[in-house]
């Protein structure tokens, strides 16, 4: 078996093989047409083929389908509470440490533990990275209490050529153990994450350039351009006018007399000829599909929900979607943040709690058996204890 040391060596191997200086937020680049097509020809005077840019961070967030479910999942992350435990080897379970370390209950000086937790998996979703400084030591865990979050977009990964590695941010470089990372999902031997905007940029920039063309059609009542005929000779400046006319019916929809001998020919075409509703019902669907949230969340066309399986569909958005960008967060904050034998975990049920019939005959069925005890049932539901009976003890 190779040892850790020997694991280290090979890491620093991959490494040395990286760019010398990474940014976070930078798209994975790719040639595309209009970059082969000169070499085919052997020519620089190829003919130039429109191409649409990346969504950056702002466009995509502008965009509706794409900046709700983030939201969504941001606050899942940011609303949902998470605890630290540790196994108890007598009752054969983990349990919730009775003195909680400080980094759970408040992980960022500066800020709200919501919006603390809120930006972390928005970090992860957008750019597949959380970077923060490591604060002071909890004495309660050994390890850091609170962290400082740093702006993921403008952090920067420098490896040198021996293999290691330094963050860098506004000219200032720190070490590997000054700064506390987030990798919301790597490839082996790779240090750092690939959020949504960095996978998916080039297809949500189409998204976008679709949705722009779309709104320009619709805003202009999807009326199509027009040839107009005028009878007879016209000047240059009767031909503006005609244009300004026609521009005028587009822009306010308001009926426009023309000069007698005048045709108008509109060239024939509309919105759901062109297929827009489509289009942009598609893109919806594909951007839920890159962030990776149920289309029905974000009020697109989904399975029909009943009242009894509301609860499992929430299930079913924590499991497969918001589990996807908040697990990262837990598991590296347990390696991190905190001593060997403790982890930190999002309490889930607290989140999927079922409608109050539907609790209480779970609960009432658990006493009945045996398996919970009364006040543990009365837990369950939010209540104290039983006050014990008059002159008892």
């Known amino acids: 078996m190779a040892s850790r040391a020997v694991a280290l060596s090979y890491a620093r191997t991959r490494l040395r093989g990286s760019s010398a200086l990474t940014q976070l937020s930078?798209?994975?680049?790719?040639?595309g047409r209009r970059d082969l097509i000169p070499f085919l020809l052997d020519t620089v005077d190829a003919p130039t083929?429109?191409?649409v840019p990346p969504a950056t961070e702002s466009d995509a967030l502008a965009y509706p389908p794409f900046g709700r479910a983030v939201a969504l999942?941001?606050?899942a992350g940011a609303s949902t509470n998470w605890y630290a435990r540790r196994f108890d080897s007598a009752l054969g379970i983990s349990i919730p440490i009775a003195d909680q370390p400080a980094f759970v209950g408040d992980p960022d000086p500066l800020s709200t533990l919501w919006n603390y937790r809120w930006a972390a998996c928005e970090d992860g979703i957008l750019y597949g990275n959380h970077v923060a400084l490591k604060g002071d030591i909890d004495w309660r865990t050994g390890r850091p209490g609170w962290v400082l979050p740093l702006p993921v977009d403008e952090v920067w990964l420098m490896v040198e050529p021996d293999g290691s590695y330094h963050w860098v941010i506004g000219g200032i470089t720190l070490t590997a153990d000054e700064v506390f990372h987030v990798s919301f999902g790597a490839r082996s031997g790779q240090l750092l994450g690939r959020g949504v905007l960095k996978q998916y940029?080039?297809?949500l920039g189409g998204s976008l350039a679709?949705?722009?063309y779309s709104r320009d059609t619709?805003?202009?009542?999807?009326?199509?351009?027009?040839?107009?005929a005028a009878g007879g000779v016209v000047d240059q400046k009767q031909a503006d006018d005609l244009k300004s006319k026609w521009r005028d019916i587009v822009s306010t929809r308001e009926p426009v007399v023309l000069p007698s001998g005048t045709t108008l020919l509109p060239i024939v075409g509309n919105a759901e000829q062109a297929q827009l509703v489509d289009a942009r019902k598609w893109n919806a669907h594909m951007t839920a599909n890159a962030v990776g949230i149920p289309p029905w969340k974000l009020g697109l066309d989904g399975p029909t929900m009943t009242y009894q399986n509301v609860e499992t569909g929430d299930i079913d958005f924590v499991r497969d979607s918001a589990?996807?960008?908040m697990r990262p967060l837990t598991e590296a904050v347990t390696k991190w943040l905190m001593p060997a034998g403790t982890e930190v975990v999002w309490d889930y049920d607290s989140r999927m709690r079922?409608?109050?019939?539907?609790?209480?005959e779970i609960v009432t069925g658990y006493f009945s058996a045996g398996i919970i005890s009364e006040d543990e049932a009365r837990a369950k539901i939010g209540l104290p204890p039983k006050p014990a009976p008059a002159g008892w003890g």
Do not use: Y
Not at 354 to 360: L, Q, Y
């Open 218 to 228: 619709f805003a202009a009542g999807a009326l199509p351009p027009a040839v107009i």
């Open 201 to 203: 940029a080039d297809s």
């Open 49 to 51: 083929i429109p191409t």
């Open 323 to 325: 589990d996807r960008w």
């Open 210 to 212: 679709a949705e722009s």
């Open 73 to 75: 999942l941001a606050n």
């Open 26 to 31: 930078r798209p994975t680049g790719r040639l």
């Open 354 to 360: 079922a409608d109050s019939k539907s609790t209480m």
